[in-house]
Antibody
Framework: EVQLVESGGGLVQPGGSLRLSCAASGFTFSGYAMSWVRQAPGKGLEWVSYISSSSSTIHYADSMRGRFTISRDNAKNSLYLQMNSLRAEDTAVYYCARGTYCSGGTCLLDYWGQGTLVTVSS | DIVMTQSPDSLAVSLGERATINCKSS????????????LAWYQQKPGQPPKLLIY???TRESGVPDRFSGSGSGTDFTLTISSLQAEDVAVYYCQQYYSTPPGFGQGTKLEIK
């Protein structure tokens, strides 16, 4: 059974940093691209970042480029999102999702984790 | 960037009736080399992550009831629930995976009338 479990969310002050993790199991993690998608409270889905299976290709949404860094450790079956210079508008549930049928950095997202809440507030 | 626009924003349908949600992309998501539409539909129930329902615009994910169907090509797509059940109350999103960034529609909230 495919499982994705996010962790690392919490309350952080504006300008602060946070590192999210996503532990994957039930599939060959190294064979799949992964993405982060976020959802602000009461709002829709917003794609954050993509990383290919070998980490050779990485993409970010414009509003996060330069502040967020996606990475993965295939030996540990883990995906990460380092978030710096956080703003109030980054408050959201952050989901990791497995990518399949990928085309140039964009994927169908077939499995999603339960998400981890990041709250940016003073 | 490809912009995805859904209509309506919300919808109330009686149990057993048909529900139809539309999704329009600002550019075609049909890849001519394989004749596939890079369009997916997701269902999100309160407090849960999104769940993949439909991909390639019309292929049901394994385990998805056959009352859910997807149609359309190019820039115009439809998700149809043929006979609404109580457990179908959710927000539905379309997503294009044709080009980066992968855009989502704003969501359609489906309720029982």
């Amino acid at each position: 059974e495919v499982q994705l479990v996010e962790s690392g969310g919490g309350l952080v002050q504006p300008g602060g940093s946070l590192r999210l993790s996503c532990a994957a199991s039930g599939f060959t993690f190294s064979g799949y691209a992964m993405s982060w998608v976020r959802q602000a409270p009461g709002k829709g889905l917003e794609w954050v970042s993509y990383i290919s299976s070998s980490s050779s290709t990485i993409h970010y949404a414009d509003s996060m480029r330069g502040r967020f860094t996606i990475s993965r450790d295939n030996a540990k079956n883990s995906l990460y999102l380092q978030m710096n210079s956080l703003r109030a508008e980054d408050t959201a549930v952050y989901y990791c999702a497995r990518g399949t049928y990928c085309s140039g950095g964009t994927c169908l997202l077939d499995y999603w984790g339960q998400g981890t809440l990041v709250t940016v507030s003073s | 960037d490809i912009v995805m626009t859904q209509s309506p924003d919300s919808l109330a349908v009686s149990l057993g009736e048909r529900a139809t949600i539309n999704c329009k992309s600002s550019q075609s998501v049909l890849y001519n080399s394989n004749n596939k539409n890079y369009l997916a539909w997701y269902q999100q129930k309160p407090g849960q992550p999104p769940k993949l329902l439909i991909y390639w615009a019309s292929t049901r994910e394994s385990g998805v009831p056959d009352r859910f169907s997807g149609s359309g090509s190019g820039t115009d797509f439809t998700l149809t629930i043929s006979s609404l059940q109580a457990e179908d109350v959710a927000v539905y999103y379309c997503q294009q995976y044709y080009s980066t960034p992968p855009g989502f529609g704003q969501g359609t909230k489906l309720e029982i009338k």
